[in-house]
Structures are given as C-alpha cells and as structure tokens.
C-alpha cells in the first residue's frame, strides 16, 4: 500500500491493536500477532506480503472495525516474529510455506477462532490459497487482492520477463550481479548475494533487489523508494526471505494452486485484480477464477499491483463489507 493511504477517506481510520502477543512455536520461532477491531467482533485474518513485508497498520483500515475482529501476524523472519531474517546466522531452514500454514492453523487455535475470512495480497494471497486448499473447513470466505499463486512462470516474469517493460531498471538490476553471478537466473544470483558472508554484500544486494521492485509496484508515478524499503535492516530481511522463497519455488508443485482450486469449493471468493499489474499480471487472476466455483474476479481498470492504487481499496472495502453479514 503506498504511504499516501494513510489519509485515504476510502479506509476506516487509523485503528492501534487492542492486544499483541507472541505465539511460541515448538522449534523456538515466536511469531509475533495483533489483534484490532471488535473482540466480539466476526474473525479475518489478513496475511501480509512479500515474502518478509510484515503486517502493516493501514491493512487493516479495509476492515470495519465495529464488525471485525481483526486478526494479522508477522510471518516468520520478519517484522517483530524472531528469529528475524536479517540475521546471517537465521540459515531459514525452518522457514517454508508449510511452516507458515502450521503458524496460521497454531494461531487459529491459540485465539480460539472456529473460521474465518481471509484476506491476502499480492505474496499473502498465494499464502491464502495454500492454506484454503489445507483446510477449507476453517475458511469461512477468502478476498484476494494482486493475485498470485507463485508459480515459476509467475516468479520469472517478475525478475526477469518485466523486463521488456522495464529495460533501464533491468539492467541496473542485473548489472548489480558480480561477473561470475551472471549465467543465473536473477533469483538464484540474488539468493547467492544475500547469504554471502560480507554483510555489506548482503546489505547492497537487499536494496538492489528493492530498486527493481519498487519501478513496478503501482501504475500510478513513485518517487523512490516507499519509506519502509529505505531501512536497512527492513530491506535486508526481506529481501532473503523473497529469494529464500522464491528460489525454492515456495516448496509447491508449479501451478498446483491452479489444479487444487476445484478444493475450495463452496468457499466464496473475490479476486481484486488491477488490470495494469506488471508484478502479477491479470493471467493469474482469471485462470484461478476459471478454476475457482463460487468465485467473483473484480477487474480494476487502471491499477497496478499495489492495494493503494486508485479503486483497489474501494474494492477491498466493499468485498468486506459484502462478507460482513454472511462471513
């Protein structure tokens, strides 16, 4: 969400967390939680992006307050959930797509929620859909926003194929790829630069990465970097956790997604998708529509891939308020 959503008459206003709290998990990671809204209220649990973006406080502005009980947390590595993933000795390996369904179905339970929506975007609606197809029983009603669903050809167009859009920062981006790095795929080079033992290396690789997804984030102008991609200990977690899970395809089949949608039947879905997303293009969205029963796709004609583009939080909130009777 860009930073100029924080005065968007579109959201419900500023909300602060009524409780936060670690969940203790059995292999030592805590994972850090908050919950805002109503006590009382119907259960959503909003994932964040990423991999490594960490909950956001306007994410839960699309959500109305007096209705929701509003569930987010920090996935594993980053934000306030230790061990962060900017620590060089944090190796990740317990740090997979399946570690974070086990957080989410631990969290459900801690907190005592029978169901509940879900809202994901962009990394965070992949992470949606993977749990869904886990435990469709637990999931009451799911709303996509930036739809993804991690497959290869979806991780290559976005550090490689954007490319034909994006020449100049392309070639920034691969030029920052020491000699012997180049005949790999961005990714794995970039994976490579930041679990190198030079911390500067890791330091400069982290904004590198940063540089190139920040020109294709929003179809509407940026200037720079968003305030929290300028913080080095921000970009650096992130950035390892990107191309932790990129890299090893976020441990699922390629398009798996796709061919388990037929298991989240009698789910009802709606997939926000803005027609200018260069980060995850409409494809995506339509053929998980196709694939979906039950499923609504909500096409915005001049957004980009980020929740603050104009019409994406319009639609968020009114997808939301559509569940809040039913959900």
């Known amino acids: 969400m860009t930073e100029n959503a924080l005065t968007d008459p579109t959201l419900f206003p500023v909300l602060a967390p009524y409780q936060t709290g670690f969940l203790d998990r059995p292999?030592?990671?805590?994972?850090?939680?908050?919950?805002?809204?109503?006590?009382?209220?119907?259960?959503?649990?909003?994932?964040?992006?990423?991999?490594g973006s960490g909950m956001s406080d306007s994410a839960r502005r699309h959500f109305d307050p007096a209705v929701w009980r509003i569930v987010q947390f920090d996935q594993r590595g980053c934000?306030?959930?230790?061990?962060?993933?900017?620590?060089?000795?944090?190796?990740?390996?317990?740090?997979?797509?399946?570690?974070?369904?086990?957080?989410?179905?631990?969290?459900?339970?801690?907190?005592?929620?029978?169901?509940?929506?879900v809202f994901g975007s962009s990394w965070g609606a992949t992470l949606a859909l993977v749990y869904a197809q886990a435990f469709p029983g637990q999931v009451r009603a799911i709303i996509l926003?930036?739809?993804?669903?991690?497959?290869?050809?979806?991780?290559?167009?976005?550090?490689?194929?954007?490319?034909?859009?994006?020449p100049e920062a392309f070639e920034n981006f691969v030029a920052a790829i020491p000699e012997p790095l180049r005949d790999r795929h961005p990714v794995s080079a970039y994976h490579a630069l930041l679990n190198d033992t030079d911390l500067a290396v890791r330091h400069k690789?982290?904004?590198?990465?940063?540089?190139?997804?920040?020109?294709?984030?929003?179809?509407?102008?940026?200037?720079?970097?968003?305030?929290?991609?300028?913080?080095?200990?921000?970009?650096?977690?992130?950035?390892?956790?990107?191309?932790?899970?990129?890299?090893?395809?976020?441990?699922?089949?390629?398009s798996q997604l796709l061919r388990q949608a037929h298991k989240l039947a009698g789910i009802p879905g709606v997939l926000i998708q803005g027609r200018l997303d260069l980060q995850g293009p409409p494809a995506t969205a339509f053929a998980l529509a196709k694939a979906w029963p039950g499923s609504e796709l909500v096409m915005i004609e001049n957004a980009g891939h980020s929740t603050g583009d104009r019409g994406m939080a319009e639609a968020i909130v009114a997808a939301a308020n559509g569940f809040a009777d039913g959900a």
């Open 27 to 51: 292999d030592g990671n805590r994972i850090f939680f908050a919950l805002s809204g109503n006590p009382a209220g119907k259960p959503v649990l909003l994932l964040h992006g990423g991999p």
């Open 79 to 117: 934000g306030k959930s230790t061990p962060n993933a900017g620590d060089f000795g944090n190796k990740l390996a317990d740090n997979t797509t399946q570690h974070l369904i086990g957080d989410i179905e631990a969290l459900r339970q801690r907190l005592g929620v029978e169901s509940w929506l």
């Open 145 to 166: 926003a930036g739809v993804t669903t991690t497959r290869w050809a979806e991780i290559d167009w976005l550090y490689n194929g954007l490319s034909i859009f994006l």
């Open 205 to 254: 690789a982290a904004f590198d990465w940063h540089h190139w997804e920040a020109g294709s984030i929003s179809a509407e102008p940026q200037a720079g970097l968003p305030l929290r991609w300028q913080d080095p200990a921000f970009v650096l977690a992130r950035a390892r956790l990107c191309v932790h899970y990129f890299e090893n395809r976020a441990w699922l089949e390629d």
